[in-house]
């Protein structure tokens, strides 16, 4: 397996990738996600032509304005709303782009429809990647809204800003070649980033334990708590609580 037996990890690794999708059955159903929004977008089309394509002009004006000059923006980059908007912004911008193109390669080019999807299969796996991070952000801030403890939902809301920053952060480029943040947003993130990654730091631990693994799966030599009498044992001795270095 690559990992040392002594560890735990090649029999956890074993018994948890029969729930594991793999990386052809991913690309598989992000096609499908990518295939169900454009069902949903082209319904627009059936009834009146004529109010679909003002619809789809009206949605092209829109997102000129809002990566022009003239945009003005109050929220910081960094508030989940302002991510929300974005992550709204990217998925509309990338659907609207890939169904022209699509259209373009079959009606214009003479494509073949299976040729033109494959040509456009960077751009439909994109689409459905954001379409997933901002269900997931929007399930994710409702989780912790929920969330009846205090002091838990604190933490959470740590964890959900983490991830909403990393978002946009990790995928900065694509927003400053589309004019949507700004070079100065792009630091202010950065900072923001490694800002929430040390203040979830002092919480990853009690993270991780809230999940309830046995003892046995994580006392083991990698996860730095030894054994004096049974230095290859999984597990602590009767009694004993293990200490992590960490």
């Known amino acids: 397996m690559g990992y040392m037996e002594e560890n735990r990890l090649p029999s956890l690794i074993k018994d948890s990738n029969i729930f594991v999708t793999f990386e052809g059955d991913n690309m598989v159903m992000l096609q499908q ?8 977008y082209s319904k627009q089309f059936e009834s009146s032509r004529v109010s679909a394509f003002l619809s789809t002009m009206s949605g092209n ?14 929220a910081p980059v960094q508030s989940t709303s302002f991510i929300r908007k974005a992550l709204a912004f990217k998925e509309d911008k990338l659907l609207r782009d890939l169904a022209a193109r699509l259209l373009d390669k079959i009606s214009n080019k003479g494509d073949a429809p299976f040729d033109a999807w494959n040509s456009c299969l960077d751009h439909s796996t994109t689409l459905a990647m954001c379409h997933i991070q901002r269900v997931t952000l929007e399930q994710f801030v409702l989780a912790v809204e929920k969330c009846p403890e205090r002091e838990d939902r604190a933490v959470l809301h740590k964890f959900c800003k ?53 003892a046995n799966c994580v006392h083991a030599p990698i996860a730095g708590i030894p054994n004096d009498r049974m230095p290859w044992a999984y597990c602590p001795e009767n009694g004993t609580v293990p200490v992590s270095k960490l």
Do not use: G
């Open 33 to 40: 996600v990518t295939k169900e929004l454009l069902t949903q």
């Open 61 to 74: 004006v829109m997102s000129s304005l809002k990566t022009s000059k003239l945009a003005v923006t109050f």
């Open 162 to 214: 983490l991830y909403s920053i990393h978002l946009l952060y990790e995928d900065r480029a694509w927003y400053l070649e589309n004019n949507y943040i700004t070079a100065a947003m792009a630091k202010e993130l950065r900072v923001a980033h490694i800002k929430y990654c040390q203040e979830t730091r002092a919480h990853a631990l009690e993270v991780v334990e809230a999940f309830r693994h046995p």
